[in-house]
Protein backbone atom coordinates (compact mmCIF):
# COMPACT_ATOMS: atom_id res chain seq x y z
CA UNK A 1 0.00 0.00 0.00
CA UNK A 2 1.44 3.43 -1.08
CA UNK A 3 2.65 5.85 1.64
CA UNK A 4 0.72 9.09 1.63
CA UNK A 5 3.21 12.15 2.65
CA UNK A 6 1.98 14.75 5.49
CA UNK A 7 1.27 17.10 2.89
CA UNK A 8 -1.36 15.04 1.32
CA UNK A 9 -2.47 13.98 4.50
CA UNK A 10 -3.12 17.43 5.47
CA UNK A 11 -4.38 18.39 1.90
CA UNK A 12 -7.00 16.10 2.07
CA UNK A 13 -8.66 16.76 5.80
CA UNK A 14 -8.43 20.04 4.69
CA UNK A 15 -10.54 19.01 1.91
CA UNK A 16 -12.78 17.55 4.57
CA UNK A 17 -12.71 19.98 7.17
CA UNK A 18 -13.56 23.17 4.88
CA UNK A 19 -16.91 22.04 3.80
CA UNK A 20 -17.61 21.52 7.82
CA UNK A 21 -16.13 25.04 8.65
CA UNK A 22 -18.85 26.43 6.36
CA UNK A 23 -21.85 25.04 7.09
CA UNK A 24 -21.03 25.82 10.95
CA UNK A 25 -20.75 29.61 9.37
CA UNK A 26 -23.85 29.67 7.53
CA UNK A 27 -25.72 27.77 10.63
CA UNK A 28 -24.21 30.48 12.63
CA UNK A 29 -25.19 33.42 9.98
CA UNK A 30 -28.90 32.06 9.80
CA UNK A 31 -29.04 31.70 13.64
CA UNK A 32 -28.28 35.43 13.51
CA UNK A 33 -30.58 36.30 10.42
CA UNK A 34 -33.01 34.24 12.61
CA UNK A 35 -32.29 35.82 16.09
CA UNK A 36 -32.78 39.75 13.85
CA UNK A 37 -35.75 39.48 12.13
CA UNK A 38 -37.53 37.65 15.38
CA UNK A 39 -36.71 40.84 17.54
CA UNK A 40 -38.11 43.20 14.39
CA UNK A 41 -41.45 40.82 13.90
CA UNK A 42 -41.80 41.07 17.53
CA UNK A 43 -41.39 45.07 17.66
CA UNK A 44 -44.02 46.03 15.11
CA UNK A 45 -46.57 43.16 16.83
CA UNK A 46 -48.76 45.09 19.26
CA UNK A 47 -49.23 43.56 22.85
CA UNK A 48 -52.15 41.12 24.03
CA UNK A 49 -52.22 42.15 27.72
CA UNK A 50 -54.53 39.38 28.71
CA UNK A 51 -52.32 36.65 26.99
CA UNK A 52 -49.17 38.42 28.29
CA UNK A 53 -50.22 38.08 31.61
CA UNK A 54 -51.22 34.50 31.45
CA UNK A 55 -48.01 33.44 29.69
CA UNK A 56 -46.29 35.67 32.39
CA UNK A 57 -47.73 33.67 35.20
CA UNK A 58 -46.70 30.65 33.64
CA UNK A 59 -43.35 30.74 32.48
CA UNK A 60 -41.94 33.96 34.16
CA UNK A 61 -42.94 33.92 37.46
CA UNK A 62 -41.43 31.84 39.82
CA UNK A 63 -38.38 34.06 39.53
CA UNK A 64 -39.72 37.90 38.70
CA UNK A 65 -42.47 36.92 40.66
CA UNK A 66 -46.31 38.26 39.87
CA UNK A 67 -45.29 41.27 39.92
CA UNK A 68 -42.64 41.12 38.20
CA UNK A 69 -40.39 43.07 40.67
CA UNK A 70 -38.04 40.14 41.34
CA UNK A 71 -36.32 39.48 44.11
CA UNK A 72 -36.63 42.65 46.00
CA UNK A 73 -35.84 43.29 50.08
CA UNK A 74 -39.23 41.36 51.63
CA UNK A 75 -40.07 39.22 48.32
CA UNK A 76 -37.27 36.65 48.31
CA UNK A 77 -37.54 32.85 48.12
CA UNK A 78 -35.33 31.36 45.84
CA UNK A 79 -32.13 33.95 45.70
CA UNK A 80 -30.91 36.27 48.03
CA UNK A 81 -32.73 40.17 47.76
CA UNK A 82 -31.52 41.90 44.72
CA UNK A 83 -30.66 38.92 43.13
CA UNK A 84 -32.77 38.48 40.35
CA UNK A 85 -33.48 42.07 37.84
CA UNK A 86 -36.65 43.71 38.38
CA UNK A 87 -38.32 44.10 34.88
CA UNK A 88 -41.45 45.78 35.89
CA UNK A 89 -41.39 48.56 34.01
CA UNK A 90 -38.34 48.21 31.66
CA UNK A 91 -38.61 49.63 27.86
CA UNK A 92 -40.64 46.31 25.78
CA UNK A 93 -38.36 46.77 22.87
CA UNK A 94 -35.38 46.23 25.37
CA UNK A 95 -37.31 43.15 27.07
CA UNK A 96 -37.96 41.64 23.20
CA UNK A 97 -34.16 42.01 22.38
CA UNK A 98 -32.69 40.58 25.25
CA UNK A 99 -35.19 37.42 25.48
CA UNK A 100 -34.79 36.93 21.61
CA UNK A 101 -31.33 36.92 22.07
CA UNK A 102 -30.78 34.45 25.62
CA UNK A 103 -33.47 32.46 22.91
CA UNK A 104 -30.42 32.54 20.04
CA UNK A 105 -27.79 31.96 22.79
CA UNK A 106 -26.29 35.51 22.13
CA UNK A 107 -26.62 36.10 25.61
CA UNK A 108 -25.58 33.52 28.01
CA UNK A 109 -28.34 32.87 30.89
CA UNK A 110 -28.36 28.97 31.74
CA UNK A 111 -31.02 29.56 34.08
CA UNK A 112 -33.39 31.47 31.93
CA UNK A 113 -32.24 29.40 28.62
CA UNK A 114 -34.56 26.40 29.05
CA UNK A 115 -37.76 29.10 30.15
CA UNK A 116 -37.10 31.16 26.37
CA UNK A 117 -37.84 27.88 24.04
CA UNK A 118 -40.80 27.76 21.81
CA UNK A 119 -42.24 25.34 23.59
CA UNK A 120 -43.17 27.89 26.54
CA UNK A 121 -42.55 31.29 24.48
CA UNK A 122 -43.40 30.55 21.06
CA UNK A 123 -42.95 33.01 17.94
CA UNK A 124 -42.61 36.77 18.08
CA UNK A 125 -46.32 37.01 19.01
CA UNK A 126 -45.65 35.75 22.59
CA UNK A 127 -42.65 37.81 22.54
CA UNK A 128 -44.36 40.81 21.87
CA UNK A 129 -47.79 39.39 24.14
CA UNK A 130 -45.11 39.27 27.45
CA UNK A 131 -43.05 42.02 26.63
CA UNK A 132 -45.80 44.01 26.58
CA UNK A 133 -47.39 43.05 29.64
CA UNK A 134 -43.89 43.38 31.95
CA UNK A 135 -43.12 46.70 30.73
CA UNK A 136 -46.88 47.40 31.96
CA UNK A 137 -46.03 46.76 35.45
CA UNK A 138 -44.96 49.05 37.96
CA UNK A 139 -41.28 48.71 39.60
CA UNK A 140 -40.93 48.35 43.59
CA UNK A 141 -40.46 51.66 44.31
CA UNK A 142 -37.77 50.17 47.16
CA UNK A 143 -35.28 48.28 45.05
CA UNK A 144 -32.28 46.98 46.46
CA UNK A 145 -29.28 49.49 47.11
CA UNK A 146 -26.04 49.46 47.69
CA UNK A 147 -23.72 50.48 51.23
CA UNK A 148 -23.33 54.19 49.93
CA UNK A 149 -19.73 54.33 50.76
CA UNK A 150 -18.03 56.59 47.62
CA UNK A 151 -21.50 58.09 46.20
CA UNK A 152 -19.54 61.22 44.91
CA UNK A 153 -17.21 58.82 43.15
CA UNK A 154 -19.76 56.84 41.61
CA UNK A 155 -22.34 60.30 40.68
CA UNK A 156 -19.06 61.45 39.00
CA UNK A 157 -18.81 58.24 36.66
CA UNK A 158 -21.67 57.74 36.15
CA UNK A 159 -22.59 61.54 34.70
CA UNK A 160 -19.37 61.33 32.73
CA UNK A 161 -19.68 57.72 31.36
CA UNK A 162 -23.39 56.15 31.09
CA UNK A 163 -25.72 59.35 31.61
CA UNK A 164 -25.20 59.96 27.87
CA UNK A 165 -26.93 57.04 26.86
CA UNK A 166 -28.70 55.68 29.92
CA UNK A 167 -30.33 59.25 30.49
CA UNK A 168 -29.44 61.92 33.93
CA UNK A 169 -32.00 59.92 35.90
CA UNK A 170 -31.38 56.12 34.04
CA UNK A 171 -34.61 56.32 31.80
CA UNK A 172 -33.07 54.76 29.21
CA UNK A 173 -34.80 54.65 25.55
CA UNK A 174 -36.78 52.09 24.10
CA UNK A 175 -35.63 53.31 20.76
CA UNK A 176 -32.45 53.16 21.16
CA UNK A 177 -32.70 49.54 23.28
CA UNK A 178 -30.73 51.03 26.34
CA UNK A 179 -32.16 49.20 29.37
CA UNK A 180 -33.73 51.52 32.13
CA UNK A 181 -31.51 51.29 34.39
CA UNK A 182 -33.44 53.37 37.59
CA UNK A 183 -34.90 51.47 40.30
CA UNK A 184 -32.85 48.50 39.11
CA UNK A 185 -31.51 46.02 42.38
CA UNK A 186 -28.12 46.68 42.88
CA UNK A 187 -26.70 43.37 43.16
CA UNK A 188 -27.88 42.50 39.49
CA UNK A 189 -26.60 45.64 38.54
CA UNK A 190 -22.86 45.34 39.53
CA UNK A 191 -23.32 41.56 38.31
CA UNK A 192 -24.52 42.37 34.85
CA UNK A 193 -22.03 45.42 34.54
CA UNK A 194 -18.70 43.25 35.47
CA UNK A 195 -19.57 40.26 33.13
CA UNK A 196 -20.18 42.98 30.91
CA UNK A 197 -16.39 44.57 31.27
CA UNK A 198 -15.06 41.24 31.37
CA UNK A 199 -16.84 40.63 27.94
CA UNK A 200 -19.21 37.52 29.41
CA UNK A 201 -21.89 39.18 28.21
CA UNK A 202 -21.87 38.47 24.85
CA UNK A 203 -24.76 40.25 23.47
CA UNK A 204 -23.77 44.23 25.47
CA UNK A 205 -23.38 47.12 23.64
CA UNK A 206 -19.75 47.71 22.31
CA UNK A 207 -19.45 51.12 23.26
CA UNK A 208 -20.11 50.65 26.32
CA UNK A 209 -17.55 47.57 26.82
CA UNK A 210 -15.32 50.10 25.25
CA UNK A 211 -16.34 52.71 28.21
CA UNK A 212 -15.86 50.68 31.34
CA UNK A 213 -13.26 48.17 30.14
CA UNK A 214 -10.44 49.79 33.03
CA UNK A 215 -13.15 50.34 35.48
CA UNK A 216 -11.82 48.69 38.49
CA UNK A 217 -13.91 47.25 40.84
CA UNK A 218 -14.40 50.11 43.14
CA UNK A 219 -14.97 52.45 40.53
CA UNK A 220 -18.24 49.36 39.37
CA UNK A 221 -19.24 49.64 43.09
CA UNK A 222 -19.24 53.10 43.91
CA UNK A 223 -20.94 54.02 40.30
CA UNK A 224 -23.50 51.21 40.21
CA UNK A 225 -24.47 52.27 43.88
CA UNK A 226 -25.19 56.02 42.84
CA UNK A 227 -27.24 54.27 40.20
CA UNK A 228 -29.12 52.47 42.50
CA UNK A 229 -30.09 55.69 44.19
CA UNK A 230 -31.22 57.23 41.38
CA UNK A 231 -35.28 59.07 41.56
CA UNK A 232 -37.81 57.56 39.64
CA UNK A 233 -37.78 59.67 36.08
CA UNK A 234 -40.17 62.07 34.82
CA UNK A 235 -43.08 60.33 32.90
CA UNK A 236 -42.36 61.57 29.45
CA UNK A 237 -38.64 60.49 29.69
CA UNK A 238 -39.67 56.59 30.90
CA UNK A 239 -41.66 56.35 28.00
CA UNK A 240 -39.76 57.80 25.09
Keep these: MPKLSLSRCLA ?7 PLAAMGEINTRSLADN ?3 EIEQAIE ?19 HIDTGRGM ?57 NVTGYIA ?13 NDLPHGEALYKRECAECHGDYGEGSN ?25 KRRNANEKMVRQIQNFSYADTQAVIDYTSRLPEPPKDDIFR
Design 12 to 18: ALTTLLL
Design 35 to 37: NAA
Design 45 to 63: LSSDLVAGEALFSAVCARC
Design 72 to 128: VPGFARLRPPGYFPQLAGQHKNVLIKQLADIRAGNRDNPTMYPYTLSKYIGGPQDIA
Design 136 to 148: SLTPHPNNEQGFG
Design 175 to 199: DKFYPRIQGQNYTYLLRQMLWIRDG
